[in-house]
Each structure stands twice: as C-alpha cells, then as structure tokens.
C-alpha cells in the first residue's frame, strides 16, 4: 500500500513541477528563469515534505493499530487461560465425584468429565489458533473466538 502510493505521489510531483518549468522556462529572461527554479524547488522540497509526513503518519498509525491488536490478544489469552483453570478445577471435582458415586452416577459424570475435556479442547485450539492468527480480519477473529468462548462458558455452567 505505501509503495503505491508513493509511486502515485511521486508521478504526481513529477507532472506538476514539469508542468511548471515547461510553462514559464519558454518565455522568460535569466531573471525570471532563475526565480522560476528556485520556486518550482521550494515546490519539489514541500511537496516531499509533506510526502514523508503523510508516510510517516501511515506508520505511526499502522504501530498504534499493532499494538492495540497485540493488547487484544493479550486480554484474550487472558481470558482463555482463566476459562482453562476454570475447567481444570471442575475436572478435579469430577474426577473426585466419580470416586464416591454409584455405578450410575459414574456414567452421567463421566459424560460431564468428557464434556468438560472437550471443552478443555476447543480452548486449546483456540488458543493455539490466537497465537498464530496473521491472515484474517482481526475484528472477525477476536468476534469468533469471543463467541467460542461463551459457548464453551455455558457448557461448563
């Protein structure tokens, strides 16, 4: 994006300080010519001035934007590891309430402790996918994963 748009500028300044010195360099004295170039330079060196301003704004932009990302994701991890610890503990309480419960308790908590190991991971996944997530839309992302979680939330409730 920024190496077209450089070109773009570029051409543009270009055709402008031509159209310039080709205009008034025809029919003017020593003089005339003189301040002419020094006009059509003030001219090239603003005009590139304010190019790398404008440049150096997309950067500073694109940097904000990375870091806001990078503190999302951050939260995000956050979040998911908080959900993990949450899982594991009610695994442990599973794992305990099979020990003490009757042939047919044991089955209905085993589908629970088994519900819970895949929630365990999908937030696995999730996390791993955070960790390596550079293709798409960022908003989109954080969207999914969020809504992944709530589900993931409202089976272990």
């Known amino acids: 994006y920024f ?8 051409r543009m300044k270009n055709l402008i300080i031509a159209f310039i010195v080709v205009s008034t360099f025809f029919s003017c004295s020593r003089n005339e010519k003189k301040e002419i170039a020094e006009k059509t330079q003030d001219a090239q060196d603003l005009v590139e001035s304010k190019a790398d301003s404008v440049v150096d704004d997309l950067k500073d932009g ?4 990375s870091q806001s990302i ?12 908080d959900k993990k610890d949450e899982i594991n503990k009610k695994l442990k ?3 305990e309430d099979i020990k003490n419960a009757t042939i047919q308790e044991k089955a209905r908590l085993a589908s629970k402790k088994k519900e819970l190991q895949n929630s365990l991971d999908e937030l696995d996944k999730a996390l791993n996918d955070l960790k390596s997530e550079k293709k798409r839309d960022w908003k989109d992302f954080k969207k999914d994963l969020n809504k992944q979680i709530d589900k993931i939330q409202e089976k272990i409730q």
């Not at 694109?62 to 934007?65: M, P, Y």
């Not at 990078?70 to 590891?81: G, T």
Request: charged share 40%.
């Open 70 to 81: 990078l503190l999302e994701k951050e939260a995000l991890v956050s979040k998911i590891d």
């Open 62 to 65: 694109a940097e904000e934007a």
């Open 93 to 95: 309480e599973a794992d």
């Open 3 to 10: 190496f077209c748009f450089k070109l773009n500028h570029k």
